[in-house]
């Protein structure tokens, strides 16, 4: 388990970004709304934590769910990504072209109907990457339903908190400690 304040979270992710060229990872993909500094930060994220257990709420095209793919990948891990979006936007035929698909488990639904059955299915969860619903009525369900089953010490990051005008008042709501990372949009790391 990997716990750290906010200064000592920085310290971790410092060292263990490498920076992400996207396009020359997926080429002729449509990297949708993740940068190359979000894709460094998940990748730093997924090698410091080691997480057994990954859950995407918002998939979209799929590049931070095969940036997450292929990070298990670089680390020899055995875990896999559960993530859903209610559109098909292909991100399983992206896997399998670049050999990720073993990783990943896409789910074409709701999203808060997906969590539920998740936090059934799932032992418990190590880390989310929630890049979904921008309303803040959604944030905190997905947010309490999902955080009652994630392990001690996990990471709960929410994207683009730069862009999405509820997301001080989701902090606001919470107890837990947070850090905002000042990537291109920002995600915001919860501790649970």
Known sequence: MVCFDQSSLLIVIIINIKPMDIETLFPGYNIGSIMPDDAALLQGLIKAIK???IVEIGTYVGTSTLVMANTLMEIQSTSKIY???QNDHEVMDKAKDVGLDDKIEFFQQDSFEFAKEIVEKLPFI???FYDGEPHVDQ??????LLKKKMKS????AVHDAFSRNDHGVFL???EESYVTIPTDKGITLIQI
Do not use: S
Request: proline content about 5%; cysteine-free.
């Open 51 to 53: 997480p057994h257990y």
């Open 83 to 85: 993530t859903v979006d």
């Open 126 to 128: 190590d880390f989310i």
């Open 139 to 144: 944030y905190l369900r997905h947010f309490d």
């Open 153 to 156: 010490g996990g990471i709960y």
């Open 172 to 174: 606001e709501r919470i």
